[in-house]
């Protein structure tokens, strides 16, 4: 397992999983190279140089974790898995991975690459690095859309890692978009309720888990990617602010947001297809120390409408902490969860084998009203519940229990003003909090017939098989 993102580039280059794009313009190219590559279920990473305007050296990774051959890869996996196999091994491993963390805690070391370049006050220019205008209606350059924010509590001192939207203003001013209810809302929230400056970091290019696992609703990031890694992250205490940054980082801003300083952030290009949210005052950071590796890449990873390069890793990992979940609150034969590409990921789908009245209706409020997953389950609309024989993974099964399983006035129940968010295109404006509501569909055969529903057509695995071996290859069955 490589160290640092140059070790991962060159494990990428060996598998065939890499691509190097030359001459592409930091003003829409990236952008629109990266999701028609994201879009595709195995496109390569992409690794751009030679951006206009940029010395050859200032690259920018897009995709780098877009195919499951490089999610199986990060994670320690086996390749060649289809994703209903991912996800199991992943609700294996999940806890297994939680219990080690404390073993792994971030190792702090003195020096390390991100040190190579240090920059304060007068010589910080954020623009030496080619962030891109990723998405034609966006209201500027987005630096950070592949990184990792770090922040801290102020009371008792938890460090967390979170990927929220960072956005260029000026030389040495950047936005951040950090949704009401994430872990580093909440921080910089708690220091300016104490009448604090909060100090905040931003790690822009690193080992892609860190990234990746930034984005996923885990605690204790950094002892979380060292326990999948079996080896600690090695981290420099940050000299202005005092946050733990990775050693071995591409780009780190260092800085503050003030209490009541805003300043007009978006719209930007959401993963759910719109620019929902217009542009509005968001929370600033104020850079004063820039760190940079020579030749530094900067990771980006825009956001599109389904299925983009961000799509298949939540998929996943969101599938997998909500079967868990759902497990450890104690509910009895679930059988499958799936937080479904197909909706945008604001739709998840559960089989149970049912075993008592309410089972599916019980399901369906836990997964409504859970916080976990990532950001899709936080803004989901739609909860199918569906029996046992229906793969929850396939659109078309789930759509087939849907039709012919309930009846509209009996199956579907509505919570209002639940968790939402400004991405919602869904919410009109000006809103005053963004709330929606939550449709829990019971898909599943009704409990009280069960034994008298009607018998579906089905063909026998024998009878299957004997007419595939006298007709099947002439008819391709
Ligand atoms: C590519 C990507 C971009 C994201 N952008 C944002 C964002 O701009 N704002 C936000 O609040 N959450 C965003 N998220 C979701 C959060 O990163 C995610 O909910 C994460 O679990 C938050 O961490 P926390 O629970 O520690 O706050 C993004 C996730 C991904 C994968």
Redesign the pocket.
């Known amino acids: 397992m490589a160290d640092d993102l140059r070790g991962w580039l060159a494990q990428m280059d060996e598998m065939g999983e890499l691509r190097v794009v030359e001459g592409a313009d930091w003003n829409l190219d990236i952008g629109a190279i990266s999701m028609l590559n994201g879009g595709k279920a195995n496109g390569p990473a992409l690794l751009f140089d030679n951006i206009r305007g940029y010395p050859q050296g200032y690259r920018i990774l897009t995709c780098a974790v877009s195919a499951s051959s490089r999610i199986a890869h990060l994670l320690g996996l086996p390749q060649g898995l289809s994703d209903l196999e991912l996800v199991g091994l992943l609700r294996r491993r999940l806890p297994k991975w939680r219990a080690d963390a404390p073993k792994f805690s971030p190792r702090e070391v003195q020096t390390g690459p991100i040190l190579e370049n240090v920059l304060s006050g007068d010589d910080v220019d954020l623009f030496e690095f080619p962030a891109p205008n990723w998405h034609e209606a966006d209201g500027g350059r987005y630096i950070g859309?592949?990184h990792a924010v770090i922040t801290m509590d102020p009371d008792g001192g938890q460090v967390?890692?979170?990927?929220?939207?960072v956005m260029l203003h000026d030389k040495n001013t950047v936005g951040l978009?950090?949704?009401p209810g994430?872990?580093?809302?909440m921080h910089v929230e708690r220091w300016h309720a104490q009448g604090r400056v909060c100090p905040v970091a931003v790690s822009l290019g690193h080992y892609p888990l860190i990234t990746?696992i930034?984005?996923?609703?885990?605690?204790d990031?950094y002892s979380f990617i060292g326990a999948i890694r079996e080896k600690p992250v090695d981290v420099i205490r940050e000299e202005i602010t005092g946050l733990p940054i990775p050693a071995s980082s591409e780009i780190v801003l260092a800085g503050w947001i003030h209490p009541g300083e805003r300043r007009l952030e978006g719209p930007?290009g959401e993963?759910l297809g719109y620019y929902a949210a217009e542009a509005a005052p968001a929370p600033v950071i104020r850079v004063e120390r820039v760190y940079h590796r020579n030749d530094p890449v900067l990771i980006g990873?825009p956001?599109a409408r389904n299925p983009s390069e961000?799509t298949h890793?939540?998929v996943l990992m969101a599938s997998a902490i909500l079967h868990n979940w759902l497990e450890e609150s104690g509910v009895p034969d679930v059988r499958g969860v799936w937080e479904s590409d197909a909706g945008g990921r604001t739709m998840i789908i559960v089989s149970v084998k049912q075993r008592y009245a309410g089972h599916a209706k019980q399901v369906g409020l836990l997964i409504a009203g859970c916080r976990h997953g990532?950001?899709g389950s936080?803004m989901t609309k739609y909860v199918i519940v569906v029996d046992d024989d229906i793969d929850p993974t396939n659109v078309q099964d789930v759509m087939w229990a849907l039709c012919t399983r309930t009846d509209p006035a009996q199956d579907i129940d509505i919570v209002r003003r639940t968790w939402s968010?400004s991405l919602d295109p869904m919410i009109p404006r000006p809103a005053k909090g963004f709330f929606n509501s939550r449709a829990i569909i019971d898909a599943c055969k009704p409990f009280e017939w069960l034994d008298r529903f009607p018998k579906e057509i089905a063909i026998r695995p024998e009878l299957a098989a004997q007419v595939r071996g006298k007709w099947g290859d002439g008819l391709g069955l």
């Open positions: 859309t592949g967390n890692l979170g990927q929220y939207r978009f950090a949704r994430t872990h580093g809302r990746k930034a984005g996923t609703s885990v605690d990031e930007f993963w990873a956001p961000n890793w939540r990532d950001s936080n968010s």
